[in-house]
């Protein structure tokens, strides 16, 4: 079975940084596109960032300029570079992994199991 595995969480200071790293058991070229979630406490998952297997990257607008998505595909590995973190940053945040399985676009997915990032002001 696929896994997904995340690290990098802890709690830090406000205007601080985080490495988060995914590593997953299965090539992590196979990913079509790849992505990180977070969510906080009482509120809905939202998307973070995504990064598809030829590099191109995109932000959500609470997040762009401050964090950066990158893969490493010989460490098998997708990380999430975290500056100037603010305490609305707090939540728990998963990793995910799609792969296209057809041409109508079926995709399967995975997900990791989440590492919590607290903020503190």
């Known amino acids: 079975q696929v896994q997904l595995v995340e690290s990098g969480g802890g709690l830090v200071h406000a205007g601080g940084s985080l490495r988060l790293s995914c590593v997953a058991s299965r090539r992590i070229s196979a990913y079509d596109i790849m992505a990180w979630y977070r969510q906080a406490p009482g509120k809905q998952r939202e998307l973070v960032a995504t990064i598809t297997s030829g590099g191109s990257r995109n932000y959500a607008d609470s997040v762009n300029g401050r964090f950066s998505i990158s893969r490493d595909n010989a460490r098998n590995s997708m990380d999430l570079q975290m500056d100037s973190l603010k305490p609305e940053d707090t939540a728990v945040y998963y990793c995910?992994?799609?792969?296209?399985?057809?041409?109508?676009?079926?995709?399967?997915?995975?997900w990791g199991q989440g590492t919590q990032v607290t903020v503190s002001s």
């Open positions: 995910k992994g799609d792969r296209v399985v057809n041409v109508e676009g079926a995709k399967v997915t995975h």
